[in-house]
Each structure stands twice: as structure tokens, then as C-alpha cells.
């Protein structure tokens, strides 16, 4: 079962940040969090995951608070191209799918 | 560097019958996954081979559901009998290792409607 707990849709102004947020309460010392997502008719893409520190990527910058009970995904300068359904994933062992947060970037 | 491939992309069936998918890894990656996303939900894990062996299907409804990868490259899934609630599109990743700080990538999927 998903371990994460999302807001169900978000909006973003084009070319603003996009700070997707993700509770996980649960997480245990192993579990990396993971972030992909869903272009609509695609497969899942994956962005970006992280342990303790906070990582930054071509894509995207996660943001992993000291406790490692939240963390936020954010999209520097949005497009509409982004407009996706995000998942946050924590697990050890494997990848979980939840419903994931949808983003609409509006021009 | 070619990525997932799946066939076919969209396949309509009456249930009862029988329907095949097929899934060509991107080259070298070791572990390959077959998930099922229903409509308006996360993709759900059906099999994760590694290699040509089975690591996890514990989601894969064996009844109806079976899988295999010879030869550790391509990988069917087939679904006998197909019921209603299988509609859904069928996306087949693949990773170089099996745990998950391994990048999974995704095919485009096939989406199966059954009548």
C-alpha cells in the first residue's frame, strides 16, 4: 500500500514554481523517496528520489525536511509540458504507485 | 538509446476470450516489471522478473493472468479468460537492477478494452 499521502490536484501558473507537497509519516531510516510522473497517455516518468539531503536535477529539485516526514518536489519554472499526474513514493523494496497529485500548469 | 517497446498499443476484446502482450526491454537492463493502471489510478505491479526468473507477483491474478521472459530479453503477459474489470492499459518498465533507486522506464503502453 502507498505510504505517501498527496493533495489530489494543484495548479501552477506557467512559467511560476510548481511545489508539489508529499506526507510520509511512516518512513522508516531505509526508504528513499521517489518521485515520477504521468504525461496523459505515456508511461510513468521517473524525476528525481533522495534519502536525507536535498537533491536537484536537470527536471526537478527535492526538498526532504530533517525529520523525513514530508518532503516537496518543486518545478523551478513550470510549463504547460508539465502538466502531469505526480507520485511521491516511499518504499524500500519497490515502487508503489498512489493516485498522485494532479498538476495543471495554466497559461 | 531505443527506449520500451510495447505491442500492440490498443487492443478491444469480448470477454471470455484470450489476449497477449508483448514487451521489449531496453538493451542490458536486467529486471522488467508489468504493471496494470485502471483508469483514474496508479499503475499496479503485476510481475517483476529479474533475468528470466520471477522476483515478485504477488498482485498477478494467476487464475487468469500468466507471464513469462524467456531468455531474459522479451517478456508476454497474457490474460485467459479475459473478464470486464481487466480493462485497463498494461505498461511494461524495465531497470537495470531490481531495487528501487534503480530508474524504471516505461513503455507507452497497450490499452485493452474488453466488451
Known amino acids: 500500500d502507498a505510504k505517501t499521502t498527496q493533495p489530489t490536484s494543484m495548479d501552477c501558473a506557467e512559467g511560476r514554481a510548481a511545489n508539489l507537497p508529499c506526507n510520509h509519516s511512516t518512513i522508516s531510516g531505509n526508504e528513499y523517496v521517489y518521485w515520477y510522473r504521468q504525461i496523459h497517455s505515456q508511461g510513468p516518468q521517473y524525476i528525481i528520489h533522495g534519502l536525507k539531503n536535498n537533491e536537484t536535477n536537470e527536471m526537478a529539485s527535492l526538498i526532504i525536511t530533517e525529520d523525513r516526514k514530508s518532503s516537496t518536489l518543486i518545478l523551478p519554472h513550470a510549463t504547460l509540458r508539465d502538466t502531469a499526474v505526480y507520485y511521491c513514493?516511499?518504499?524500500?523494496?519497490?515502487?508503489?504507485f498512489g493516485k498522485g497529485t494532479r498538476l495543471h500548469i495554466l497559461p | 538509446e531505443a527506449g520500451v517497446a510495447q505491442s500492440p498499443r490498443y487492443k478491444i476484446i469480448e470477454k471470455r476470450q484470450s489476449v497477449a502482450f508483448w514487451c521489449n526491454p531496453i538493451?542490458?537492463?536486467?529486471?522488467l516489471y508489468w504493471y496494470q493502471q485502471i483508469l483514474g489510478q496508479g499503475p499496479k505491479l503485476l510481475i517483476q522478473?529479474?533475468?528470466?526468473?520471477?522476483v515478485d507477483d504477488s498482485q498477478l491474478p494467476k487464475d487468469r493472468f500468466s507471464a513469462e521472459r524467456l531468455k531474459g530479453v522479451d517478456s508476454t503477459l497474457k490474460i485467459q479468460p479475459a473478464k470486464l474489470e481487466d480493462s485497463a492499459v498494461y505498461l511494461c518498465?524495465?531497470?537495470w537492477g531490481k531495487g528501487p533507486y534503480n530508474e524504471q522506464f516505461f513503455g507507452p503502453g497497450t490499452r485493452l478494452t474488453v466488451l
Open positions: 522478473f529479474q533475468n528470466n526468473g520471477v
Open positions: 538493451s542490458g537492463h536486467a529486471t
Open positions: 518498465a524495465s531497470s
Open positions: 513514493i516511499v518504499r524500500e523494496d519497490k515502487i508503489i
